[in-house]
């Protein structure tokens, strides 16, 4: 079947650090996939997409490569801000079904 | 404004007491979702519909039905609720199933 795994959180990091959340997905099909962010009391906001094998998506500092290979679409940020702290999703598209990770906390200390 | 609007925002009822919570958007978006989101669960897909009268099963579909009798709005019904339908459910549009969904600001629904 289809499912999307992420490493647990909370992460917590030093303001200017370097940020690596995995993700690693399995899929019938050809998935598209997305990371979503989610601030405290609201909902979800894209922060970027791939639609295929080796494409990079990128947003404010943010990015991840679909790596067909490995089943993976891991988030990076190469100096994080204390705005960054948030709970972030992976996810996967596939024949119309969407799949959310469970999601991981990200807190970033001044 | 882009939006997808959800109400209500915060419900409390009682087991059994049918409802329902109304999402719309003004984006002529073709597909529509409902999400249900549950500590240590993420989101999990309850319903989605690929276009007028075209509507399917998500991960969870279980005590619950929609409808899509217009493009704009997808309500979910919930007939005979119960406690564990407690959740946080966010209801969300794109023009397809396969590019980014624009969500709703949730609705928090409490199950007594």
């Known amino acids: 079947g289809n499912s999307v795994t992420q490493m647990e959180g909370p992460v917590t990091l030093s303001e200017e650090a370097f940020l690596t959340i995995n993700c690693t997905y399995t899929?019938?099909?050809?998935?598209?996939l997305f990371w979503y962010v989610q601030y405290p009391g609201e909902g979800l906001q894209l922060l970027l997409k791939a639609t295929k094998a080796d494409d990079k998506g990128s947003n404010k500092g943010f990015e991840a490569t679909y790596r067909k290979e490995t089943t993976s679409f891991h988030l990076e940020k190469g100096s994080v801000q204390v705005s960054d702290s948030a709970v972030y999703f992976c996810a996967l598209s596939v024949w119309d079904k969407i799949i959310f990770g469970k999601g991981t906390r990200l807190h970033i200390l001044p | 404004e882009a939006q997808v609007t959800q109400n209500p925002r915060y419900l409390i009822t009682v087991t059994g007491k049918k409802l329902t919570v109304t999402c719309s958007q003004n984006?002529?978006?073709?597909?529509m979702s409902w999400y249900r989101q549950d500590p240590g669960l993420g989101l999990r897909q309850i319903y989605y519909?690929?276009?007028?009268?075209?509507?399917d099963k998500g991960d969870v579909p279980e005590g619950y039905k929609v409808s899509r009798k217009e493009k704009r709005n997808f309500p979910l019904i919930l007939e005979s609720p119960s406690p564990n339908q407690t959740s946080l459910y966010f209801c969300a549009s794109s023009p397809s199933g396969r590019q980014p969904q624009h969500f709703g600001d949730g609705t928090r629904l409490s199950i007594l």
């Open positions: 519909s690929m276009n007028v009268e075209v509507t």
């Open positions: 984006m002529n978006h073709e597909y």
């Open positions: 899929a019938t099909g050809y998935p598209s």
